[in-house]
Antibody, heavy 119, light 106 residues
Framework: EVQLVESGGGLVQPGRSLKLSCAAS????????VAWVRQAPKKGLEWVAS????????YYPDSVKGKFTFSRYNAESTLYLQIDSLRSEDTASYYC????????????WGQGVMVTVSS | DVQMTQSPSYLAASPGESVSISCKAS??????LAWYQEKPGKANKLLIH???TLQSGTPSRFSGSGSGTDFTLTIRSLESEDFAVYYC?????????FGSGTKLEI
């Protein structure tokens, strides 16, 4: 069974940094691209980062470029999302999601981790 | 960026009825469109990709249609488990973008 379990969220002060993790299991992790998608309270879904299967290529929307750093450690089937200079607008649930190999769609999602940015 | 406009935002229906949700792209995305279902306490579920291809495990009462800029998700003979929020997503180009969601309520 494919599982994606996020961790590392919580209450953070504005301006600080945070590193989210996502532990994957139930599939050959190193062969799939993965992504992070966030959802602000009572808002829709927003894609924020993707990474290739090998970790060598990353994609970000302009809204988070330079602020988010997505990495993966295939030996431990783990993803990391470093978020710097946190602002209130970054308050959201953050989901890791497995991307299909051929299509840029997300066939498995985690349950999400909440990040709240507030003083 | 490709803007995805979903309508309606809210939809009320009864079990057994059929409903349709629209998703319009700000420019042509070919058939590079997916639909997802969001339910409280559950992981998001991919329902349809490539505009009309059912993901494995998606019930046949779900169907997708459209190409270019206009797409539709149709659910026939609604069941209680179908009441949820639905999102479309374009994957024709980066940045990947989602519609604003449609809440389907009883």
């Amino acid at each position: 069974e494919v599982q994606l379990v996020e961790s590392g969220g919580g209450l953070v002060q504005p301006g600080r940094s945070l590193k989210l993790s996502c532990a994957a299991s139930g599939f050959t992790f190193s062969t799939f691209p993965v992504a992070w998608v966030r959802q602000a309270p009572k808002k829709g879904l927003e894609w924020v980062a993707s990474i290739s299967s090998g970790g060598g290529v990353t994609y970000y929307p302009d809204s988070v470029k330079g602020k988010f750093t997505f990495s993966r450690y295939n030996a431990e089937s783990t993803l990391y999302l470093q978020i710097d200079s946190l602002r209130s607008e970054d308050t959201a649930s953050y989901y890791c999601a497995r991307r299909q190999v051929q299509l840029r769609v997300f066939d498995y999602w985690g349950q999400g981790v909440m990040v709240t940015v507030s003083s | 960026d490709v803007q995805m406009t979903q309508s309606p935002s809210y939809l009320a229906a009864s079990p057994g009825e059929s409903v349709s949700i629209s998703c319009k792209a700000s420019k042509s995305i070919s058939n590079n469109l997916a639909w997802y279902q969001e339910k409280p306490g559950k992981a998001n579920k991919l329902l349809i990709h490539s505009g009309s291809t059912l993901q494995s495990g998606t019930p046949s009462r779900f169907s997708g249609s459209g190409s270019g800029t206009d797409f539709t998700l149709t659910i026939r003979s609604l069941e209680s488990e179908d009441f949820a929020v639905y999102y479309c997503q374009q994957y024709n180009e980066y940045p990947l973008t989602f519609g604003s969601g449609t809440k389907l309520e009883i």
